[in-house]
C-alpha cells in the first residue's frame, strides 16, 4: 500500500474542516443541540468534530451537508479571512467636493481623495425640470441609494411608475434600470446619491 501523499495531507490540514462547519453553524445562528437536531449527528460529535479532535466520516458529512442546507463545495471552501481596518478616511468640507456638473445635474463629489472606495457618495441638485431634458435614460452599473435633502422631485425608473419625493424620501435601485430626476419644488431639489 501506498504512503499517503505528504503535500495532499497538508492541503486537508489546511482546510480545518471543524472549524468550517463551526463557522457555517455560528453563521445560521444554530446552537450545537440545534445543529445536532438537523443533522442527525451527536452532539458529542458535532462538538468533537469542531474542535477538530475527529475527522468526519463521509457518512457525517453526508448529514451535515443535509441538515444545515448547504452543498458539499460550501463545507470544503476555505473560510473567508476577516479584512482588517485599514485606517482609511476623507472628509469633505461643505461646498468643497470635487463639482461635476451635467446638462440635468449638478454633481458634487464627496469623499473625493479616496481611491478603491466601495461606495461612492455625491451630493445633487436637480436642474432638469422636464423628462424631456433628458436624451436616454441614465444607467451605469452597481445600485444607488438616493437620499432627497431638499425639495421635491420625481423619481423616473424604467420599470416602475413615476414617484415624486420630498425631503427626507429616499430609493435604493438597481443602477442598471434606466432612471433619471426632475425637480418639482420651486428651488432645485438637492438629495444625496451613494452608488455602490
Not at 449527528?41 to 458529512?61: D, G, H, M, V
Not at 458539499?72 to 473567508?80: C, D, E, H, N, S
Not at 427626507?168 to 444625496?192: F, I, K, P
Amino acid at each position: 500500500m501506498a504512503e499517503p501523499n505528504n503535500a495532499n495531507a497538508e492541503v486537508i490540514d489546511s482546510l480545518e474542516l471543524g472549524k468550517r462547519v463551526r463557522e457555517i453553524r455560528v453563521s445560521q445562528n444554530l446552537t450545537l443541540d440545534e445543529a445536532s437536531k438537523l443533522t442527525g449527528l451527536a452532539r458529542s460529535t458535532l462538538s468533537k468534530i469542531e474542535n477538530e479532535q475527529i475527522s468526519p466520516t463521509f457518512t457525517a458529512i453526508r448529514k451535515l451537508v443535509k441538515g444545515l442546507g448547504i452543498d458539499i463545495p460550501q463545507l470544503f471552501a476555505q473560510p473567508q479571512k476577516k479584512n482588517k481596518g485599514m485606517g482609511r478616511r476623507d472628509i469633505t468640507r461643505q461646498g468643497e467636493g470635487a463639482p461635476r456638473p451635467t446638462p440635468t445635474y449638478e454633481h458634487e463629489l464627496l469623499a473625493s481623495q479616496l481611491t478603491h472606495k466601495k461606495m461612492v457618495p455625491f451630493k445633487t441638485v436637480v436642474r432638469a425640470r422636464s423628462y424631456d431634458e433628458y436624451k436616454d435614460w441614465v444607467r451605469h452599473d452597481g445600485e444607488e441609494f438616493l437620499y432627497v435633502l431638499s425639495g421635491s422631485l420625481i423619481f423616473y425608473s424604467e420599470f416602475y411608475e413615476p414617484v415624486e419625493l420630498f425631503a427626507g424620501d429616499n430609493v435604493y435601485y438597481d443602477c442598471q434600470m434606466g432612471h433619471a430626476l426632475v425637480s418639482t419644488s420651486d428651488e432645485d431639489a438637492e438629495a444625496l446619491w451613494v452608488t455602490a
